[in-house]
Each structure stands twice: as structure tokens, then as C-alpha cells.
């Protein structure tokens, strides 16, 4: 059965770069069939894209955080992650990763069950 | 960026009850809509997808449908474990948006 597993530290201080790791089991991350993907929710409030990526490495991030987004795969470790920089209080968040099958309509199907991440000094 | 408009932004409603919720696009986005629902401190569950395609083992009685700009998500005979947050996503591009969020609650 295919699961999704958010990892990372649950405190980072201002300024500083946020990293989540997604491993991903039951499946190859190298599915020609699936995208993969970060969602995140602050607390309180509503759903927001984070970013998208291809196995082959091809990024689609949201155009809010794209100057401060990274998100990359490690196939070998059938991981993916995500790499927030300059973090401020506004990016306390919970963080999900989906998978989003391939194709036109892009839905997240399958999510982890998130991880809280605070940013705080 | 395509802007997605959830109403209501809540709604109080009693067991039985026929419920919808209305999405509007920024601009047109053909039948590019998907739906989630929420239950607190979950993950978002995968329900709709194309605007009107259920996705399997999702209950009967939720439908959804539009296109162009307007969307709306229908519970026929609302259930004790429909009440939860529902959000729209639009990805008519690969800059995916989700609607702020509709929530049920029990009247």
C-alpha cells in the first residue's frame, strides 16, 4: 500500500531554511504515472500549493514562494523534499507532500498525514 | 495566478440536509476542478476531480459540476462524517490553486 511520510525538524528560527523530506513506499518515485507534490496549510486556515515535481527533476512552484522554493527527488532513496529559505513567522505551517497522478487534471490523490513546522526563535 | 472563490465561507446544516458549495475561477478553466474534503487535524481526502468525476469509493451522494467559471459541489443528504472543510483546486495550469475553504458544520 502506498504511503507518504513527511520528515524534518519541527522548529526552525527566522531566517534560516526550512527541509522536509518526503519518503514515499509501496511505489518507485520514478513512475513515469505520478508527480509529486508540497501543500502546506497554516494553522487555522486554508490549503497552499507549494510546488510540483517530476521524477526526470522538471519543478512547477507557486509563483508566491518561487524565490525562495526548492523541491528535489532522490530516486535511489525514493524520497523527495523540500527546501524553504528565509523563513519568517508567516511560514509556520502544516506541511504535506501528495502524490498527483500524471495527466491533465492534476489532483493530489494520495497525502501524508503532515508535519507542524514553527518558525520561531 | 488563477484566483479560486469559495462560497459560502461557512454554512450550518442539519442531517439530511442537501448541501451545496459554490467555486468561482478567476477566469475559465473548462472543467479543470477538483475537491477535497478536510476533517480536522487530517490530511485533505481526494473526492472530485474533472468538476464531475467521482473518485472511487467516494459516497454517491456528493456530485459536483460546471464549467467555464462556476462550480459547485453537492451533497444530496448530508451525513454525520460529512461535516469537514471542503476546498476546491483549480488546474486548468500547472500552477495549481485552491479556494480558501467552505465548512460544515452541524446547525
Known amino acids: 500500500q502506498l504511503q507518504l511520510q513527511e520528515s524534518g525538524p519541527g522548529l526552525v528560527k527566522p531566517s534560516e531554511t526550512l527541509s522536509l523530506t518526503c519518503s514515499v513506499s509501496?511505489?518507485?518515485?520514478?513512475?513515469?504515472?505520478?508527480?509529486w507534490g508540497w501543500i502546506r496549510q497554516p494553522p487555522g486556515k486554508g490549503l497552499e500549493w507549494i510546488g510540483t515535481?517530476?521524477?526526470?527533476?522538471?519543478?512547477y512552484y507557486s509563483p508566491s514562494l518561487q524565490s525562495r522554493v526548492t523541491i528535489s527527488v532522490d530516486t535511489s532513496k525514493n524520497q523527495f523534499s523540500l527546501k524553504l529559505s528565509s523563513v519568517t513567522a508567516a511560514d509556520t505551517a502544516v506541511y504535506y507532500c501528495?502524490?498527483?497522478?500524471?495527466?491533465?487534471?492534476?489532483?493530489?490523490?494520495?497525502w501524508g498525514r503532515g508535519t507542524l513546522v514553527t518558525v520561531s526563535s | 495566478d488563477i484566483q479560486m472563490t469559495q462560497s459560502p465561507s461557512s454554512l450550518s446544516a442539519s442531517v439530511g440536509d442537501r448541501v451545496t458549495i459554490t467555486c468561482r475561477a478567476s477566469?475559465?478553466?473548462?472543467?479543470?476542478v477538483n475537491w477535497y474534503q478536510q476533517k480536522s487535524g487530517t490530511a485533505p481526502k481526494f473526492l472530485i476531480y474533472?468538476?464531475?468525476t467521482l473518485q472511487s469509493g467516494v459516497p454517491s451522494r456528493f456530485s459536483g459540476s460546471g464549467s467555464g467559471t462556476d462550480f459547485t459541489l453537492t451533497i444530496s443528504s448530508l451525513q454525520p462524517e460529512d461535516f469537514a472543510t471542503y476546498y476546491c483546486?483549480?488546474?486548468?495550469?500547472?500552477?495549481?490553486?485552491f479556494g480558501q475553504g467552505t465548512n460544515v458544520e452541524i446547525k
Open positions: 474533472a468538476a464531475s
Open positions: 477566469q475559465s478553466i473548462s472543467s479543470y
Open positions: 501528495a502524490r498527483r497522478p500524471a495527466g491533465d487534471f492534476r489532483y493530489f490523490d494520495l
Open positions: 509501496g511505489a518507485s518515485i520514478s513512475s513515469t504515472s505520478y508527480f
Open positions: 483546486q483549480q488546474s486548468y495550469s500547472n500552477l495549481v490553486t
Open positions: 515535481i517530476y521524477y526526470s527533476g522538471s519543478t
